[in-house]
Structure formats: structure tokens, C-alpha cells
Antibody
């Protein structure tokens, strides 16, 4: 059974950066395609980026292209998402989610709240 | 990038009734469409992949259909536990992924 556990709540000031991490249990991280999705309060889901198994590289949504970085460490089964130049619009719950290659997101973390104020 | 729209944005139906949610894409998805259910305060749950493949453990009252640019999620007999927001998602590896805006289902 795959489990995804995320880091806790972060409170940041505008202009700062935040790093959210997650750890995958029950499956080899390198055999999964890991993505990040965020949800602002009362809003819908927004895909930020994820691993493309075809190219072997991370693909980012255009909206975040110049200020997001996603990394993985297979040795610790940990993934991280760093978002820079934060504004109040970045206040959201950030989800780490994974699926088998070429499949949608079957495994989700519990979400990490990032508050920018 | 591919844009997804969903209709209706909100729907209310009685227990036991049939419910249909439509997802339309700005261009053909070749079947690379998934449906998720999200309950308040929880992470989304994958219901359907490849437009019509029901995920293991998902009740059979949920079904998906469609192709090209128009897809539907149907709940054949709405239950109180189905109160949630439902999202469609495009996940073709050759283009950035996107989610639809969501449909809130009330019972």
C-alpha cells in the first residue's frame, strides 16, 4: 500500500521562498511519476508540474516556470517542491501526488498548508 | 495548453437519482482523461482513468465515458456519501496537465 506523507504548515512573508517535501512509503520512488498540485482556499485544483517518464525530466506549468523547482532523492524516497518570490496569491494547500508512469494520480499526500502573509 | 470546462458547476439531486457531469476539452485528449472526487478538507481520490476505467475499490455506481473532446462522469444512484466536488483532469504526457474547474455535488 502506497502512502505519501508531507511536511507541515509553513507561514512565510511575501518575497520569501518555501520548500515543501513529501516521503513515499510502500513503493520505489523512482518507479513512480511524482507531481505537485495546489489548491487555494475555496478554489479548484491547480497542477504545478511533475515528472515526465517519456523524457525523464520534470515538466512545469507555464504559470510557475520561472519560480518553482521540483526535486527527488530516491535514496530517501523524498521529493521536494520549492516555490520562490511568494505573494499572498500563493496561499494554498500544496499536495504531493504520484502515479505509475503514464497513469493519473492514484496516491496523494495529506496536503501542506502554505500561508503567505 | 489544453483547457477543460465542466458543467454544471453545481448540482443538487436526491438520493437514488442519476447524476451526470460533463467535461469538455479545448482539443482532443485521445482518452487521457481522469476523474477525481474531493471531499472537504481531504485530498482528491482517483475514480476513473483513461476516460472509462474504474479504479479498484470505487463503487460500480460511478462510470465514465466519452472520447475526443467530450467526456462524462455518471453516478447511477446518488448516495449521501457522494457529496463532494468532482474534477476532470487531462494527463497526456506530451502536454502540460490540467484540471477542470470542478463540479460540486449536493444531495
Amino acid at each position: 500500500q502506497v502512502q505519501v506523507k508531507q511536511s507541515g504548515t509553513e507561514v512565510k512573508k511575501p518575497g520569501a521562498s518555501v520548500k515543501v517535501s513529501c516521503q513515499v512509503f510502500g513503493h520505489t520512488l523512482s518507479d513512480l511519476s511524482l507531481h505537485w498540485v495546489r489548491q487555494a482556499p475555496g478554489k479548484g485544483l491547480e497542477w504545478m508540474g511533475g515528472f515526465d517518464p517519456e523524457d525523464g525530466a520534470t515538466v512545469y506549468a507555464q504559470t510557475f516556470l520561472d519560480r518553482v523547482k521540483m526535486t527527488e532523492d530516491s535514496s530517501t524516497a523524498t521529493a521536494s517542491m520549492e516555490l520562490s518570490r511568494l505573494t499572498s496569491d500563493d496561499t494554498a494547500v500544496y499536495f504531493c501526488a504520484a502515479g505509475l508512469p503514464f497513469k493519473p494520480l492514484a496516491y496523494w499526500g495529506q496536503g501542506s498548508l502554505v500561508a503567505v502573509s | 495548453d489544453i483547457q477543460l470546462t465542466q458543467s454544471p458547476s453545481t448540482l443538487s439531486a436526491s438520493v437514488g437519482h442519476r447524476v451526470t457531469i460533463t467535461c469538455r476539452a479545448s482539443r482532443t485528449l485521445s482518452g487521457w482523461l481522469a476523474w477525481y472526487q474531493q471531499k472537504p478538507g481531504k485530498a482528491p481520490k482517483l475514480l476513473i482513468s483513461k476516460a472509462s476505467n474504474l479504479e479498484s475499490g470505487v463503487p460500480s455506481r460511478f462510470s465514465g465515458s466519452g472520447s475526443q473532446t467530450e467526456f462524462t462522469l455518471t453516478i447511477t444512484s446518488l448516495q449521501p456519501d457522494d457529496v463532494a466536488t468532482y474534477y476532470c483532469q487531462h494527463y497526456n504526457i506530451y502536454t502540460p496537465w490540467t484540471f477542470g474547474p470542478g463540479t460540486k455535488v449536493e444531495v
